[in-house]
Structures are given as C-alpha cells and as structure tokens.
C-alpha cells in the first residue's frame, strides 16, 4: 500500500498557542488531501481538504499547507484549545485509485491548560 | 440525519466463533468500506463496495467477507474469528464524484472487537 507517514507520533502544545502537525506522502501522483481529527472512542471527523493544484487552504482557526516539491502536508491549528486533543490523520488521494484513501498512523494532540 | 451507523459498539468473541458488523448510511452514498485500526498501523482498508451488489478487496481481506445487498447496508463478516482480528473497525461511505469539502469518508462511531 501507499506510505503517508507523520514525522511526530506525540505533540503537546499549551492552551492559547498555535500547532503544527506534519505529514509526508510518498506518491507524487496524490491530487487531494485531507486532515482528520479522531477523539478518543470515535470515528475520524474531516477537518479541511486540499487539492494539489493549492498550496494553502484555510477554514476556522486551521490552515492547510501542500508542498508538492518535498511532498509535505502540515496541519496548523491556531489558538489550540482543549477541545483540540485529539488524534489526526492526513490521507491522500491517488487518482487511478478512485475513492481509495491511504491514511498516516496519526499524531497525538495534547493540549496543556 | 444519523450518517454512518455501526452496530454493535463492542463485542468479544472466542477463537473461531462467526460474527457480523453492520454498517448503515442513510446519505445516499454510493460508495461504502470497512477498515480496521490497529495502534500504529493507521487504518487499513479490509473491502469496499462502489455500488449496491459489488465488492472488492482492499489491503488486508483475509479472513474477512462482505456484502452490500442494499445500498445503505454494508456487512462485514468474520467467518472463524482469531486473535489476530481483534481491533477498531470502522464503516466509513463516501459520494462517487469528487468534490470539495469531505469529499473523503463519513466515519462510523466504530465496533472495538476483541477475540480471545
């Protein structure tokens, strides 16, 4: 299978500051993505998409960010709050594949208050 | 509108017993899946279905079986269940053409299983 891997397992942040959350993907031919957000005993929950013609997509208090070049993706989340802990996940997209996902192993959010 | 239902939440099971998980959409989705997740494997994909009556194999089918005989249902099947197989599992159904905003997956709330 397609390899999308995070470059941190764990991340702890203090209430009120900003996150970053990394992710690599292997395949160059990906042309979407996007980031989940799993709590504890629950199924991922989409939090914003990106295709790969974007280098940067932003929602509420998160922004995407694509390079295409080192194949990075990188999840920001301002002024994380509590409500923020969780696990997520990117997932890539591979064309010839059709709705097929191939997702990371995920990266564990702590917010500190 | 309940999106993607999974029943049941938990189950155990001892080695070589047969079980179902059920997977209900009511978003009109054309494409449904099952995965497991396992602690860091990320989740993996067992079977999928693009339509009502088709399935296909995804990464990791073995000892696993699935049907989709209505659109909104999806099943998957553990014939002769090992330890191996004890894990999250999670139905997830998504539209066919992609579009923006969650053109990816609807998640079930998942079914922890555990085969002793």
């Known amino acids: 299978g397609e390899s999308v891997g995070l470059h941190l397992p764990t991340l702890s942040v203090q209430e009120g500051d900003n996150s970053i959350i990394n992710c690599a993907y292997s395949n160059s031919a990906s042309d979407y993505f996007i980031w989940y957000k799993q709590e504890s005993g629950k199924g991922p929950q989409f939090i914003i998409d990106?295709?790969?013609?974007?280098d940067k997509r932003q929602g509420q208090r998160v922004t995407v960010l694509l390079n295409k070049t080192v194949k990075h993706l990188s999840l920001q989340i301002a002024a994380t709050q509590p409500g923020d802990s969780a696990v997520y996940f990117c997932?890539?997209?591979?064309?010839?594949?059709?709705?097929?996902?191939?997702f990371g192993t995920g990266t564990s959010l702590t917010v500190i208050p | 509108n309940a999106g993607v239902t999974q029943t049941p939440k938990f189950r155990v099971l001892k080695t070589g017993q047969s079980m179902t998980l059920l997977c209900a959409q009511d978003?009109?989705?054309?494409?449904m899946y099952w995965y497991r997740q396992d602690p860091g494997m990320g989740l993996r994909l067992i079977h999928y279905s693009v339509g009502e009556g088709t399935t296909a194999k995804g990464e990791v089918p073995d000892g696993y079986n699935v049907s989709r005989l209505k659109k909104q249902n999806f099943l998957l099947g553990l014939e002769s269940a090992a330890p191996s197989q004890t894990s999250v599992y999670f139905c997830?159904?998504?539209?066919?053409?992609?579009?923006?905003?969650?053109?990816?997956?609807?998640f079930g709330s998942g079914t922890r299983l555990t085969v002793v």
């Open positions: 997830a159904s998504s539209l066919a053409q992609k579009s923006w905003g969650n053109y990816g997956y609807t």
């Open positions: 990106i295709r790969s013609n974007m």
């Open positions: 978003m009109n989705h054309e494409y």
């Open positions: 997932a890539e997209n591979i064309p010839v594949t059709g709705n097929q996902f191939y």
